[in-house]
């Protein structure tokens, strides 16, 4: 019998996403505002630890609208991570800005805190610092934030991987002042897809709904001082987001046993894994591995040949400095991720997956590495 196909990360259901559709049917909430919306941003609240939610249609609009608060325009500079995904970093082009992308560590493989506090030292005119918190691994946040208060940059942490990450045992949200979230189809909770800005401020939390939703003026009738925009998760989406929140922490569990079982068959083969360091504690959103340096593997024919076995798995994110789009764009220093991305290969992690498919995942894996 053909091995039914073995996702990366597919969409996990809860079970009683059904029920919470069903509610919104019968009580015609099919809008982009109701009760489930103002539901799930408390949830969110709640799991993170921040103290406003703006819930939204994606995380890129969510970041979109998180530079816009924080006043990026045209010619600004924006520190971003240079090991991250696209959405990350088109929302700093949106607003005109520049983006300046700083390497990854290699532990962490996360924004380089040293290269961050050697530019910053350097120069003038950074406006903001996104970094990303990659694949479920808090970055250091006390020496991000600790430099920003430093040299008075406002940071807007992406954490579209790490929704339930810690720091010193805590909820991220108690110990950063804003961030966004991503609620796409592949991440720990999904609305299909969605995001939500999330901040600590008040008065940041009501610019960044304003501009979510036509920066209509408060008042009868429709008065426009600002350019808005559309970007408001519907309620329909925020029902299916209750639904999905309420085992989020059976989630983590499952992520963090399956990293711990890869980690415990690949490390004698050379394999290494991305490392907690500062206290921080990853949600293990994706298990990732690193095969040995002086190893002659090639991430494209091992994707190929686990593809062969009907099993997904996929590079790492390609480094900003590496793409096309972005080959005009400052980059510092750039060998980490050039290095990491050469090495590195996303494992099927999905909420799902079963003790056995991962076993098969693994047996199939070693037999590419003792091939090699
Ligand atoms: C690091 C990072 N930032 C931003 C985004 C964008 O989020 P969305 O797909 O919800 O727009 C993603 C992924 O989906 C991501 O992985």
């Known amino acids: 019998m053909k091995q039914e196909r073995i996702y990366l990360s597919p969409p996990h259901q809860s079970g009683d996403e059904i029920k ?23 949830e969110i609240c709640q799991v993170t630890g921040f103290k406003y939610a703006v819930a939204t249609a994606s995380g890129t609009a969510a970041l979109h609208l998180g530079l816009m608060t924080l006043g990026v ?8 991570s240079n090991l991250t995904f696209a959405g990350a970093v ?9 983006p300046v992308f700083v390497d990854a560590e ?19 005119g950074v406006k903001a610092m996104v970094p990303t918190h990659l694949y479920g691994m808090p970055a250091d946040v006390f020496k991000l934030e600790k430099l920003g208060q430093k040299y008075q940059i406002p940071l807007l942490h992406d954490l579209a991987e790490c929704l339930a990450g810690k720091v010193n045992g805590e909820k991220i949200g108690k110990h950063i002042s804003r961030g966004i979230l991503s609620f796409n189809g592949n991440k720990l909770i999904t609305t299909s897809g969605g995001g939500a800005f999330v901040t600590n401020n008040k008065e940041e939390a009501e610019q960044a709904l304003y501009l979510a939703t036509q920066a209509k003026s ?16 519907s309620n329909v989406l925020a029902a299916l987001g209750v639904a999905q929140i309420k085992t989020l922490s059976d989630r983590v569990e499952k992520k963090q046993q399956i990293f711990e079982t890869y980690q415990s068959e690949l490390s004698s083969l ?6 907690e360091t500062n206290g921080v504690t990853s949600d293990r959103w994706l298990t990732c591995v690193l095969f040995d340096q002086d190893s002659n593997l090639e991430i494209a024919s091992i994707v190929q040949q686990m593809d062969s076995f009907n099993i997904e798995v996929r590079p790492l994110w390609k480094p900003m400095h590496l793409q096309p789009i972005f080959q005009n764009e400052k980059v510092i220093r750039g060998e980490i991720s050039d290095n990491l991305f050469q090495r590195g290969l996303c494992l099927p992690s999905g909420c799902g997956l079963t ?12 037999g590419v590495i003792n091939q090699s």
């Open 20 to 42: 919470a559709f069903q509610k919104v049917l019968d009580t015609n909430w099919l809008a982009p505002v109701g009760p489930d919306l103002e539901r799930f941003e408390e």
């Open 73 to 80: 325009a045209k010619g600004d500079r924006v520190l971003s």
């Open 90 to 98: 088109n929302p700093i082009i949106y607003q005109g800005g520049v």
């Open 106 to 124: 290699s532990d962490s493989w996360n924004m380089d805190t040293r290269l961050v506090e050697e530019y910053l030292s350097e120069s003038n």
């Open 218 to 233: 408060n008042g009868i009738g429709y008065h426009h001082e600002a350019i808005g925009y559309n970007y408001r998760m």
């Open 270 to 275: 050379g394999c290494e894994f991305q490392q």
């Open 355 to 366: 003790h056995n498919q991962q076993a098969y995942a693994i047996e199939k894996l070693k």
